[in-house]
């Protein structure tokens, strides 16, 4: 099995890969790092830091179509963790508007793909995906939240959604709507923030991941026009992006285990005669480590493997790395102790911030149900 990954992952890990993950590491240190309890005590957007990896090609290299090779997906994964180590709301936004150029280079609209489609890949346009939804509906979980009624030229689409990020007023976001007209059917759309009709509101105080631009989302009646539509009916689309979009997440997890463990590792010194006791050393966290790394990119080298066995290894996976974020942010608690628990600490911010990882869709509850779901 390692000699599989390891091939799979030279297969789709390139020089030009290894550049643009250097690159947002760079960034990352001086330009992000400065800025975290900005960005989780005041809510603060880092918009500056998310266009600048998009400059550097962030958003870019796991596009269907664009890489020689195949979409890049490792790249992807290791930029947003190497933002991960420092925050996981800046690791956030990056899967937010990474999995927005996913759907529409993965789409068949070509006119999508060589307009807004390239602004996103370069940071330029900003967005994210509305998919929480609807992923819980074809999963069993709940109702779908947006109706869409044909009307000239596009649907007429209404409908509330809770929580939808990395927006703004002239941001974009990925949707799915049931469409109304025979046969019933999903359709999978993008949606401009600057459509009329569509209104976000943003009351919601979290306990972290304030600096994702987090909005309710409104639609009245907004017109989407066919020319933003990436699949209809989409449910083939779908199934094709679902293992993409489920293994762009690790980034996030991956990065926040890192920085969990460089937060353990450095009060070593001072505290390691009694931290040693501790059940959860950093050794465990990084053996566990490089093992779900490589999972995830054996795993992301192939994003459009369609078979059972494949899908399950994606979310056996993805539910590993919410249950590492978990204990690796509890361990960095607890071993930091009091310096970890004052309001200004990392430590006590990677464990609001693990959380997430844990809850954001699909949650670990709703991963354990697709795979008790599968035994049936
Ligand atoms: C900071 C943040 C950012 C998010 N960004 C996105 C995004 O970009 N795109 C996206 O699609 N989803 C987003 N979500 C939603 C997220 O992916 C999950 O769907 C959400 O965390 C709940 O998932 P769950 O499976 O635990 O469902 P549960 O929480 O168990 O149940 C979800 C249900 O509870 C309802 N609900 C939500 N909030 C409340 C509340 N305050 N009071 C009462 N009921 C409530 C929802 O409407 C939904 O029907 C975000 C959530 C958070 C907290």
Redesign the pocket.
């Known amino acids: 099995m390692l000699d599989r990954s390891v091939t799979a992952r030279d297969q789709t890990y390139s020089a030009a890969g290894l550049d643009v993950v250097e690159t947002v590491r760079d960034l990352s240190s001086r330009q992000l790092a400065p800025i975290v309890r900005k960005i989780d005590g005041e809510g603060h957007y880092p918009e500056a830091v998310i266009r600048a990896f998009g400059r550097a090609g962030a958003f870019a290299r796991h596009l269907p179509g664009e890489t020689l090779g195949g979409p890049d997906l490792v790249t992807a994964i290791r930029a947003m963790a190497a933002a991960g180590e420092y925050c996981l709301s800046t690791s956030f936004c990056m899967w ?1 508007q990474n999995a927005l150029a996913w759907y529409i280079f993965a789409s068949d609209n070509q006119g999508l793909k060589a307009s807004l489609g390239r602004r996103v890949a370069a940071g330029e346009a900003l967005g ?6 609807p992923m ?1 509906t074809f999963f069993g ?2 109702q779908i939240r947006l109706k869409g009624k044909r009307v000239d030229g596009g649907y007429a689409v209404r409908g509330a ?6 927006l703004g007023s002239d941001h974009y976001f990925g949707a799915v709507f049931e469409a109304e007209d025979a046969p019933k059917r999903y359709v999978m759309a993008i949606v401009p923030c600057a459509s009329e009709g569509v209104a976000l509101s943003g009351n ?1 105080k ?1 306990v972290a ?1 304030d600096g ?1 631009r ?1 909005f309710s989302v409104q639609l009245r009646d907004a017109v989407i026009p066919d020319s933003c539509v990436l699949a209809d009916p989409s449910d083939a689309f779908i199934k094709r992006i679902r293992a993409g979009f489920v293994l762009l997440q690790a980034g996030m997890g991956i990065g926040l285990v890192r920085g969990c463990i460089a937060l353990m590792l450095g009060v070593k010194g001072p505290l390691g005669h009694v931290n040693k006791y501790l059940d959860v050393q950093p050794e465990h966290l990084t053996g566990k480590l490089a093992t779900l790394e490589a999972e995830v990119e054996r795993l992301a080298a192939t994003p459009f493997e369609s078979d059972q066995a494949y899908w399950r290894a994606v979310l056996e996976t993805r539910l590993a790395v919410g249950e590492a974020a978990l204990t690796a942010a509890q361990a960095a608690m607890l071993h930091c102790g009091a310096r970890g628990y004052v309001a200004s600490a990392a430590a006590q911010r990677r464990l609001r911030e693990s959380y ?1 990882v844990a ?3 699909p ?1 670990i ?2 991963l354990k149900k697709m795979l008790a779901d599968m035994t049936h």
């Open positions: 937010c994210g995906t509305a998919l929480s939804n819980k979980i709940e959604l809770p929580y939808v990020s990395n919601t979290f991941l994702t987090t997430f809850i954001v869709t949650a509850k709703q």
